[in-house]
């Protein structure tokens, strides 16, 4: 949960939570992920340091479309949507990584007045708050580490600030599960009231398209995937041969969504936190969903939330969606 504390001299980030919160509940969650069936883990355990640095390669990838159909988007529409947040408007961004789309929005704003990035990578969201900071000195930067996935509180809105403006890029609401997705929006357009939320959504389209956004051909969202048994090994003192397990990503199509998993490739057993898991050969930990959406459905799911659904922007191949959505009072 976010509170209303604010920075600390000498805190390069507020750490709401006193330590990192996907460490805090990475163990226990492993755990159940192993004794459940089918074995399923939430996919916010692939972003420490090397899963977040590996995400940003993923982004530069030329089968992964979303990041530059996003940014395309958000460069030619950036002074339309500066227009839209008004003066002096204040950001919250939800799982800022990079801050590499803020920067697009930012350079058309009307005095931008504070930016508030929230990401769960402690370490990696200080070192590009910094920079940022850097890069724009009249701008408040004000991270917080925390997982906005669970319920949330912003930091109280300072009064010299215009309207409260909600960025969730990426389509990384395609991460969640549907009825986290309407529970979160339910929170973003209460927290938003009296602004709106940008939130970039990504489109259902020809499965092979999505199929090689998620199979790249120089491996790295295999890499991406596979980091988190390499993480386990660290983090919870677990010993997977990460040599015995494969990538595998594919289009559900009854459910909208690519699904990454991890396959046993042969029968072995593995120890994590002191105990004992068996794998048969061709087992999986299913480790991601990533859920597609028509333009309609998700103004539907924003409209259940309390959104007013307004300007859609499409990309000419249909590939991305950037919705902007009003919160009412
Ligand atoms: C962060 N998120 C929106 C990405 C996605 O496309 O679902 C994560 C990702 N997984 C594999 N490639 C990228």
Same mark, same amino acid.
């Given at each position: 949960?976010?509170?209303?504390?604010?920075?600390?001299?000498? *805190?390069?980030?507020?750490?709401?939570?006193?330590?990192?919160?996907?460490?805090?509940?990475?163990?226990?969650?492993? $755990?159940?992920?192993?004794q459940m069936r089918p074995r399923c883990l939430s996919p916010k355990y692939f972003y420490d340091?090397?899963?977040?640095?590996?995400?940003?390669? @993923?982004? *530069? $990838?030329? !089968?992964?479309?979303?990041?530059?159909?996003?940014?395309?988007?958000?460069?030619?529409?950036?002074? !339309?949507?500066a227009v839209r947040m008004g003066p002096r408007a204040e950001i919250v961004e939800f799982g800022a990584g990079s801050l590499r789309k803020i920067r697009l929005l930012l350079d058309a704003m009307d005095?931008?007045?504070?930016?508030?990035?929230? *990401? @769960?990578?402690?370490?990696?969201?200080?070192?590009?708050?910094? =920079?940022?900071?850097?890069d724009y000195p009249s701008l408040s930067v004000l991270p @917080?580490?925390?997982?906005?996935?669970?319920?949330?509180?912003?930091?109280?809105?300072?009064?010299?600030?215009?309207?409260? /403006?909600?960025?969730?890029?990426?389509?990384?609401?395609?991460?969640?599960?549907?009825?986290?997705?309407?529970?979160?929006?339910?929170?973003?357009? =209460?927290?938003?009231?009296?602004?709106?939320?940008?939130?970039?959504? *990504?489109? /259902?389209?020809?499965?092979?398209?999505l199929h090689a956004a998620y199979n790249d051909s120089q491996g790295i969202t295999a890499a991406f995937n596979l980091n988190l048994l390499t993480r386990a090994n660290r983090e919870l003192d677990a010993n997977f041969d990460v040599s015995r397990f494969a990538h595998s990503a594919f289009y559900n199509a009854p459910m909208q969504r690519v699904e990454m998993h991890l396959i046993s490739r042969a029968a072995q057993h593995v120890r994590v936190c002191g105990e004992r898991f068996?794998?048969?050969?061709?087992?999986?930990?299913?480790? !991601?969903?990533?859920?597609?959406?028509?333009?309609?459905?998700l103004r539907a799911l924003a409209s259940q939330a309390g959104f007013h659904p307004g300007q859609v922007w499409v990309d000419p191949q249909k590939l991305f969606s950037l919705h902007w959505l009003p919160a009412p009072l």
């Open positions: 949960m976010l509170t209303n504390r604010q920075p600390r001299r000498g *805190d390069d980030y507020l750490n709401v939570a006193g330590e990192e919160p996907a460490l805090r509940d990475f163990s226990s969650d492993m $755990l159940a992920a192993l340091e090397t899963g977040s640095a590996l995400f940003d390669r @993923i982004c *530069d $990838l030329p !089968e992964y479309y979303p990041t530059r159909t996003e940014l395309t988007l958000l460069a030619a529409h950036a002074t !339309e949507i005095q931008p007045s504070r930016y508030v990035p929230i *990401d @769960i990578s402690g370490a990696y969201l200080s070192a590009n708050a910094a =920079q940022l900071q850097h @917080i580490m925390a997982d906005y996935t669970g319920a949330f509180h912003l930091p109280v809105k300072e009064p010299s600030c215009g309207r409260r /403006i909600g960025f969730f890029p990426g389509s990384t609401i395609g991460n969640l599960l549907p009825a986290d997705a309407l529970k979160f929006l339910r929170q973003a357009a =209460q927290s938003l009231r009296g602004g709106a939320l940008l939130l970039g959504v *990504d489109l /259902i389209k020809n499965p092979s398209v068996d794998f048969a050969e061709g087992e999986t930990l299913h480790t !991601e969903n990533s859920y597609k959406f028509t333009v309609e459905g």
